[in-house]
């Protein structure tokens, strides 16, 4: 097998993956540089999606302050969201922010040159930047991606997926087997530091907003390597997806922040039912949203409701959501003059890799950043545009921690690591699986019994089913292609969520039991380690 070494190794090429490249290129100088690997092309990734923007307590915005912004948080999380990691992020979102400016990222100003800001569920005011009006995880990785590709320090590997992490017997990481789509080869990397930036995992349910290849990489990764998982039962369906028909699967989101300008939620009779849901109206945390638009289009037998953005006004919806306006109008809709159908979809992973701000997981030399990663700041129902705002902080003080840390230890080979590169080293015999077919069962699967609302039985059903497929697919290691490699990821990471969901008999914040609908007074926080005799646990 074909093998190489570098300094640090980043997996993932959302904004987490780019920021933390370049910032450790910025700040350390490095004797084998530094390899960003994509599982497409460099910057696809959910990043690039996000529309209504990132949270930016900010010295520009003086009606802001931090401890307004971890009231919000620690509110919409449900108990669960940590004080502290949350103090951490939101104070450092000012000097994050304007390095990101320095290095390229333009948000959006008004005529006089000043940052402009809007307002977004379960904040208490506007500071929510943007860029390019509905546009900002575009705008922030393109220009993020300009400037890691004019940097000499940072190699990029795109159309590869990484399939196993190196880890010794005294459970230090070494290193990461990948498989190369283009050359369909297996290789080796061996590195002291190994970065985790790949994503969520929307795509194990029928009804999303995620990228094709958010099929939880890398959280299987981090699982099957020994580190700790958190909090896997906490998905966020977002409530507001264009819902064309219950064809379309992956669903355009329609940003928050429609909400945010005054759009409202009507149903088929063209009548406002917030009220009856929340006083916060349109405004109310995610979760609330999410289960009052299912409850309606429910009793109402109808595949969605609809979203009035006409009370925005033609100008402003045409200067502050083109990309909104213009998916619409190619799907025969005209947000100006009329309601656009929306319904929830899977859309955020709270759960993830555990990790500190700094990414630093249970494993030494593995760390962890972005959606992949759970660092306490989500809770149960993370906050509107928290998510960039942590992919961004976190990449930084990543980099700084990593300043101090010895990155130039040899590569270390034990008896395990050699076992491993052996197994990827003989080829396999079988017939190529179909993995669309099998995907969309587990999708369904998930959808239908994991989703909006939960029961014991509904779980128990879909924990069956889930091990029926896999107990039929026979690559436990290694695949034939990339497709599989997915499928037995998304296998992986649907059973961590049942088995959280299954262990938690409450309801809190995105995870709803209508068998258990009362939220318990202590909140614990669910822990998965595949080495621990517990299996599953629950911790403050």
């Given amino acids: 097998m074909k093998y190489s070494e570098y300094s640090v190794v980043v997996i993932g090429s959302g904004a987490a993956g780019l920021y933390a490249s370049l910032k450790i290129a910025q700040q350390i100088k490095l004797p084998e540089g530094i390899l960003l690997i994509s599982k497409s092309s460099l910057g696809m990734s959910n990043s690039r999606y996000a529309q209504g923007g990132i949270v930016g307590v900010v010295h520009q915005n003086p009606e802001d302050n931090v401890e307004s912004h971890i009231e919000d948080t620690l509110k919409a999380g449900a108990g669960l969201s940590d004080k502290k990691v949350t103090e951490e992020i939101s104070s450092a979102s000012d000097a994050v922010l304007n390095d990101l400016i320095k290095n390229g990222v333009e948000f959006d100003r008004d005529e006089s040159g000043n940052l402009t800001f809007t307002l977004e569920a379960a904040h208490s005011i506007k500071r929510i930047l943007h860029s390019g009006g509905d546009a900002t995880g575009k705008g922030i990785t393109e220009a993020l991606v300009k400037a890691v590709k004019s940097d000499n320090n940072i190699h990029t590997l795109d159309n590869s997926i990484a399939v196993e992490l190196l880890v010794t017997a005294e459970k230090e990481c070494r290193g990461v087997i990948i498989y190369n789509e283009q050359t369909d080869e297996h290789e080796i990397v061996y590195s002291s530091a190994i970065i985790i930036a790949t994503g969520g995992a929307g795509q194990v349910y029928k009804y999303t907003t995620n990228p094709n290849s958010a099929t939880g990489d890398g959280i299987a990764l981090g699982y099957e390597a020994g580190a700790i998982i958190e909090d896997m039962e906490f998905i966020q369906f977002h409530p507001t997806a264009l819902a064309i028909s219950p064809e379309s699967q992956n669903r355009f989101l329609i940003s928050e922040a429609v909400r945010g300008e005054g759009a409202k939620l009507i149903n088929k009779d063209g009548k406002e039912f917030m009220s009856k849901y929340s006083d916060m109206l349109e405004l109310a945390p995610r979760d609330v949203v999410t289960r009052a638009i299912f409850s309606e289009m429910t009793k109402n037998h109808t595949n969605n409701v ?235």
């Avoid at 009329?338 to 701000?357: D, L, N, Q, S």
Wanted: include cysteine; charge should be positive; charged fraction near 30%.
């Fill in 306 to 540: 609809y979203l009035n953005a006409t009370l925005i006004g033609e100008e402003k919806i045409l200067k502050r959501f083109p990309t909104i306006t213009k998916n619409c109008r190619d799907n025969g809709i005209d947000i100006t003059k009329e309601p656009i159908p929306v319904a929830p979809a899977a859309h955020y992973t709270m759960g993830g890799i555990k990790a500190g701000v700094n990414g630093v997981t249970s494993i030494k030399g593995l760390y962890a950043i972005g959606e992949a990663a759970c660092t306490g700041l989500h809770g149960a129902n993370r906050l509107a545009s928290n998510s960039l705002l942590e992919c961004v902080v976190c990449a930084y003080l990543l980099a700084d921690y990593l300043s101090f840390t010895d990155l130039d230890t040899p590569k270390v080979i034990d008896e395990g690591i050699k076992k491993m590169i052996d197994v990827y080293s003989r080829s396999i015999s079988g017939e190529e699986y179909d993995t669309d077919s099998l995907k969309n069962q587990l999708k369904n699967i998930m959808w239908e019994n994991v989703g909006i609302t939960r029961t014991e039985d509904s779980l128990k059903k879909a924990d069956k089913e889930i091990n029926l497929l896999k107990k039929d697919f026979k690559r436990r290691r290694k695949c034939l292609n990339k497709n599989e490699y997915e499928y037995r990821n998304m296998l992986t990471v649907s059973s961590l969520i049942i088995k959280c969901a299954l262990g938690r008999k409450e309801s809190r914040g995105a995870h709803y039991r209508s068998d258990y609908r009362e939220t318990l007074t202590e909140a614990l926080h669910s822990n998965i380690n595949k080495l621990s005799k517990e299996g599953l646990s629950y911790v403050k």
